[in-house]
């Protein structure tokens, strides 16, 4: 275990919190010490929920463990299931309680109670939130669903019906969970198909129970409910769908896959390219004007997928980067990178992710709330795509990631940050006119010319910084940044780096103004 500042996941213990928390008609007792209530937080600051957790924490105290810890965990259990009347218990324990050993989910199943007991055992030391997240659902659907057999069920044509499907994976906490199953189950609905249930978000154990009515599984969050989806798969033959709708080509294929497996006919609609506006907007003359952009992409396993295969397919951007901090998601992650001629980086140390970023210089950053701090930081643009997430990430209003107005979504919520530093590069550039002193302000006030000499300035640090690497590197002079800060900062990367090429190339061991324009001229020729 390592101490850090900031981490991109929670304890696993945070993950089962977060499926308790969706659910309904549940509760968990979590043996934690003091203290460990500070997860209530994350649901009333971040999702801004009017309601606590459904958690009860043992809450002992270092005075408690002198004494008999397993009565007090005892206790604890018999008050929450007398006062909050669960139709599913949860128990399990947190990182410090996990030490003491007291198997709080065996003493909860001895204590004679006779609602289903889900007993979690979480490695708190190896396994991290999304996994904690994953396998706390796929534990509640094991025990409340493992009695059930599905080999006398009739297909939907057999039924003559329509054919239904679960939204299995989404949660509270998750990126923009909550308007991907509207926009998911409006989409399907187009196509004549029904959500049967939808979990863990906003379901009971009584719904939990009614998986088994759908014909097919939509795995919309891999890093919750594929397990689940497996052994749904395996011990109730209901089939899944891999393709997660984000963006419009993903959309497409996963409409092609659920039909597929729901063996209907794919209709032509799919396919039209006027379901999203992403597809005319990267089209147009503004659009056409950001190809070729670099992008340095990282986040959950999911949305660092999605995010790679928008930017390349459906924006035109060059990725130049792309990597998690799932390492659960690392075998998919890795292909996907090696397919743009990169290499995944896999870490859950946002340091190192800075790294990356200084090191390949993007336009702009795709990331967490982490890479936003990091972005900034370094004076690039950034859009916020996975959790871990700030409250401005959960949007009051209607704001998706998934189907045809998620990729409108993704295209806004990209596009802007870099429209935006672009219209920042042009005060600074004109700050010295008349019209942005004596009073004269741009809409960012009085930041219109010197926070843009702010912006540019943390630029220049990163490149001084960065030019002193190593010894055979040349120097940048002080004129030679100068003249350096005044290029557009989305070519600047390109200049530094070109300009740092012919240096090497010429023997230079310093770069000045001179030796930027020769490099100009050179490269021109
Ligand atoms: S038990 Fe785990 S989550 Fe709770 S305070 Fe200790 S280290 Fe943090």
Redesign the pocket.
């Known amino acids: 275990m390592e101490l850090t500042l900031w981490t991109y996941e929670?304890?696993p213990?945070i993950g089962a919190m977060r499926i308790a928390t969706s659910m309904k008609k549940l509760h968990y007792v979590l043996h934690?010490?003091q203290?460990?209530t500070y997860a209530d937080l994350l649901f009333t600051m971040i999702e801004r929920r009017g309601s606590r957790p459904p958690v009860t924490y043992t809450t002992f105290q270092a005075r408690d463990l002198g004494g008999d810890t397993a009565e007090l965990v005892k206790g604890h259990i018999k008050e929450a299931v007398d006062r909050f009347k669960p139709e599913t218990l949860l128990v399990g324990e947190?990182?410090?309680?996990e030490l003491i050993q007291d198997q709080p989910g065996s003493l909860a199943k001895g204590m004679g109670f006779d609602i289903p007991i889900v007993s979690l055992e979480l490695p708190?030391y190896s396994k991290k939130e999304n996994w904690g997240g994953s396998e706390t659902f796929y534990q509640i659907v094991r025990t409340l669903l493992k009695d059930h057999s599905n080999e006398s069920k009739d297909t939907w044509q057999e039924e003559k019906r329509r054919p239904r499907v679960n939204l299995l994976g989404p949660t509270l906490l998750g990126f923009r969970c909550r308007d991907d199953v509207l926009e998911i189950q409006k989409l399907l609905g187009q196509y004549g198909i029904d959500v049967n249930v939808v979990a863990p978000l906003g379901a009971s154990p009584a719904d939990i129970m009614r998986i088994p009515n759908a014909d097919v599984n939509v795995c919309l969050y891999p890093e919750i409910a594929e397990s689940t989806c497996i052994w749904l798969e395996r011990n109730l033959n209901i089939p899944f769908t891999k393709t997660v709708p984000l963006g419009v080509g993903a959309t497409q294929d996963f409409l092609k896959e659920l039909h597929e497996v729901l063996e209907m006919e794919i209709p032509q609609s799919v396919n039209e390219s006027n379901n999203s506006k992403l597809t005319w907007y990267s089209n147009s003359v503004d659009s056409n004007y950001l190809t070729g952009k670099r992008v340095f992409i990282f986040g959950d396993g999911t949305h660092a997928l999605a995010a790679a295969r928008i930017a390349n397919e459906e924006l035109g951007f060059k990725v130049v980067g792309l990597g998690t901090y799932s390492r659960e998601m690392a075998r998919k992650v890795r292909p996907a990178a090696k397919a743009l001629g990169l290499e995944a980086l896999i870490t859950n140390d946002y340091l190192e992710v800075e790294d990356a970023i200084k090191e390949t210089s993007p336009e702009l950053v795709l990331g967490t709330q982490m890479e936003r701090h990091s972005a900034k930081r370094l004076g690039i643009p950034c859009a916020v795509i996975s959790t871990p997430m700030h409250v401005q990430d959960v949007p009051a209003r209607y704001s998706p990631q998934m189907g045809w107005e998620g990729a409108n979504v993704i295209f806004d919520d990209w596009v802007h940050p870099l429209m935006m530093g672009l219209e920042e590069h042009l005060i600074g550039m004109f700050k010295h006119d008349f019209e942005f002193v004596d009073g004269h302000q741009s809409h960012l006030g009085h930041l219109g010319g010197k926070g843009t000499e702010n912006i540019n300035q943390g630029v220049k640090t990163t490149i001084s910084n960065d030019s002193t690497n190593t010894s055979s590197d040349p120097i940048w002079t002080h004129e030679g940044e100068r003249e350096l800060s005044k290029i557009p900062f989305f070519v600047r990367g390109k200049v530094r780096r070109n300009t740092e090429n012919y240096a090497r190339q010429a023997g230079c061991r310093e770069i000045n103004e001179e030796t930027l324009y020769d490099a100009k001229a050179h490269y021109k020729a």
């Open positions: 929670g304890p213990h934690a010490p203290g460990d947190s990182c410090t309680a708190a």
